[in-house]
């Protein structure tokens, strides 16, 4: 047997040549998202950026990427801001602006939810006793009145003629109002 068999017999042969870190290929891919993270960063308003969990000299570098005026020093304060986003908590972040971005989905359900309930009480005056059987603080009055001006608006909005902008007043009064109920 060679030497080389040997050493490989003893030390088990199966395993993957003693490598227990990342390659670095994929060391690079992080870096460069961590640094992608830290161009969407540096895109923010400073309010947004308050709202976030960064450390003071991350949210300091962010803030001076965000008055750099020449290209390269944009680029090389961009680039400083990833490696200080190596400490940071990237998944926190990434977390708060895809909300941000995208709302939540709960929130987007729920406004759904109060846009079709909108649309079904403007054709049904049923639901409209049954809403106010099951939310007894509701001002009925208010509700009612605002339905009532709501279908006068379809109405009006129906015979508008072709390029006429539509009112939208009192149907998005109701809105507010059902959202108001905490529905």
């Not at 020093?73 to 190596?86: E, F, I, S």
């Not at 001002?139 to 129906?158: F, G, H, M, V, W």
């Amino acid at each position: 047997m060679s030497e080389i068999t040997e050493l490989a017999a003893e030390s088990g042969g199966d395993e993957d040549d003693g490598y227990d870190r990342p390659s670095k290929s994929q060391v690079k891919r992080e870096m460069l998202a961590l640094t992608d993270l830290g161009k969407q960063l540096i895109a923010l308003s400073p309010e947004r950026l308050r709202q976030l969990p960064l450390a003071e000299r991350l949210y300091d570098a962010i803030r001076e990427a965000q008055r750099t005026t020449s290209r390269e020093g944009l680029r090389r304060q961009t680039h400083y801001v990833g490696k200080l986003m190596r400490d940071a908590p990237a998944d926190d972040i990434r977390r708060q602006l895809d909300t941000w971005e995208n709302g939540s989905r709960e929130e987007t359900a729920a406004m759904h939810r109060l846009e079709s309930l909108r649309d079904r009480l403007l054709e049904d005056d049923d639901l409209l006793t049954d809403l106010l059987s099951r939310n007894p603080g509701a001002d009925a009055q208010q509700l009612r009145t605002l339905i009532r001006e709501a279908r006068k608006e379809a109405r009006a909005n129906a015979a508008l003629a072709q390029g006429q902008e539509p009112k939208r007043k009192h149907y998005r009064a109701l809105f507010q109002a059902l959202k108001a109920l905490e529905i």
